[in-house]
């Protein structure tokens, strides 16, 4: 391989969910790790299961199998805990996947505008084609307007 | 040459909290929020059923000298399982009495984390945010967030007498 197409790669995390693999660029990972308790708690957010406690940090868990596979996940093997865009601000949001994840480098296929929102581009793998998620657009979340009056992440608590 | 001035370190700021259950479902509310907390018996007295009630979980006020304060069933608010309240809070500086179901514990916390963002329906208006306790996360109640001005339009016309409920109506109406 010669060094200008090594300058073309981009690395990416391969996620399973079912029998179907999808990609997320290795950028957008915060880590990865075993499921642990979900606390769950009354709301009207579709895909939203609840939250974990991960290193202090409040994390929402987003079921998006039903988005993506058509079916909700009976069962789970890891967190993958990506960074999700809103507006200026990042937030961490945990998406439950059900098979090993992999580091690959591989050239990416912009989307067209025919793909689903969720869908950045496009990568090839081992023959396999796969989609490549925008977080952004997967994942719920309140509209660019409503942003611009929301509080700090983290408040003190007043006395 | 002026120094620096030293650093003093900055004890953290707590809020107490109290600790209640609705529908076995745990949530916590600042104690000053809470201007009284009743027996669902002791207030029996004083509570008068809504005759036509606007909304599910509104069904009874709470005349308090000339303030009329609406009993929200928490259940009902947050769509959880219907149990029996046996407690009403007075919520301070608000129009609403919650009936839930008990009080857990008094707590304090010194952190509360807004909402993230990924939650953005009703519930941003339900949570002043979520707190981590003894290694679980509780959401912390947002006192105003049980009616919305609209509710409270909405119940206070149904409370009006037929005549004035009317006439208050044609004041409202547009013109053709």
Same mark, same amino acid.
């Given at each position: 391989?010669?060094?200008?197409?090594?300058?073309?790669?981009?690395?990416?995390?391969?996620?399973?969910?079912?029998?179907?693999?999808?990609?997320?660029?290795?950028?957008?990972?915060?880590?990865?790790?075993?499921?642990?308790?979900?606390?769950?708690?009354?709301?009207?957010?579709?895909?939203?299961?609840?939250?974990?406690?991960?290193?202090?940090?409040?994390?929402?868990?987003?079921?998006?199998?039903?988005?993506?596979?058509?079916?909700?996940?009976?069962?789970?093997?890891?967190?993958?805990?990506?960074?999700?865009?809103?507006?200026?601000?990042?937030?961490?949001?945990?998406?439950?996947?059900?098979?090993?994840?992999?580091?690959?480098?591989?050239?990416?296929?912009?989307?067209?505008?025919?793909?689903?929102?969720?869908?950045?581009?496009?990568?090839?793998?081992?023959?396999?084609?796969?989609?490549?998620?925008?977080?952004?657009?997967?994942?719920?979340?309140?509209?660019?307007?409503?942003?611009?009056?929301?509080?700090?992440?983290?408040?003190?608590?007043?006395? | 040459?002026?120094?620096?001035?030293?650093?003093?370190?900055?004890?953290?700021?707590?809020?107490?909290?109290?600790?209640?259950?609705?529908?076995?479902?745990?949530?916590?509310?600042?104690?000053?929020?809470?201007?009284?907390?009743?027996?669902?018996?002791?207030?029996?007295?004083?509570?008068? #059923?809504?005759?036509?009630?606007?909304?599910?979980?509104?069904?009874?006020?709470?005349?308090?000298?000339?303030?009329?304060?609406?009993?929200?069933?928490?259940?009902?608010?947050?769509?959880?399982?219907?149990?029996?309240?046996?407690?009403?809070?007075?919520?301070?500086?608000?129009?609403?009495?919650?009936?839930?179901?008990?009080?857990?514990?008094?707590?304090?916390?010194?952190?509360?984390?807004?909402?993230?963002?990924?939650?953005?329906?009703? #519930?941003?208006?339900?949570?002043?945010?979520?707190?981590?306790?003894?290694?679980?996360?509780?959401?912390?109640?947002?006192?105003?967030?049980?009616?919305?001005?609209?509710?409270?339009?909405?119940?206070?016309?149904?409370?009006?007498?037929?005549?004035?409920?009317?006439?208050?109506?044609?004041?409202?109406?547009?013109?053709?």
């Amino acid at each position: 391989m010669t060094r200008a197409n090594e300058l073309d790669l981009q690395s990416f995390v391969l996620l399973r969910l079912g029998e179907r693999r999808f990609a997320l660029s290795a950028g957008q990972i915060a880590e990865l790790v075993a499921p642990s308790r979900i606390f769950r708690f009354p709301h009207r957010t579709p895909k939203i299961e609840g939250v974990i406690l991960r290193r202090g940090r409040i994390v929402p868990v987003c079921d998006v199998a039903e988005q993506l596979i058509g079916k909700s996940l009976t069962s789970r093997r890891f967190y993958l805990i990506a960074v999700r865009h809103y507006a200026q601000q990042t937030e961490w949001v945990a998406l439950p996947v059900t098979g090993e994840c992999e580091l690959i480098h591989s050239e990416m296929t912009d989307a067209s505008t025919s793909d689903a929102p969720y869908v950045a581009g496009w990568i090839s793998h081992n023959g396999e084609v796969i989609e490549v998620l925008n977080t952004d657009a997967l994942t719920p979340g309140p509209s660019g307007e409503s942003l611009l009056g929301s509080h700090r992440a983290t408040l003190e608590a007043r006395p | 040459m002026r120094l620096a001035a030293p650093l003093k370190s900055r004890a953290l700021r707590s809020e107490q909290i109290i600790l209640f259950r609705v529908s076995g479902q745990l949530f916590a509310i600042s104690s000053a929020s809470v201007q009284e907390v009743r027996s669902v018996d002791s207030l029996a007295g004083a509570a008068a #059923e809504i005759p036509s009630p606007v909304m599910k979980k509104v069904k009874h006020i709470v005349r308090r000298g000339d303030k009329s304060l609406f009993v929200v069933n928490a259940a009902m608010h947050f769509g959880l399982p219907l149990s029996p309240g046996a407690l009403v809070f007075v919520l301070r500086r608000t129009r609403t009495a919650l009936l839930i179901d008990g009080i857990d514990k008094m707590s304090a916390m010194t952190m509360l984390q807004a909402l993230p963002h990924a939650f953005c329906h009703e #519930e941003r208006q339900w949570y002043r945010g979520l707190t981590a306790l003894d290694q679980s996360v509780v959401p912390v109640v947002n006192p105003e967030g049980f009616l919305t001005a609209e509710e409270l339009a909405l119940l206070d016309a149904s409370m009006l007498p037929p005549a004035s409920a009317s006439a208050a109506a044609a004041e409202t109406e547009l013109p053709q």
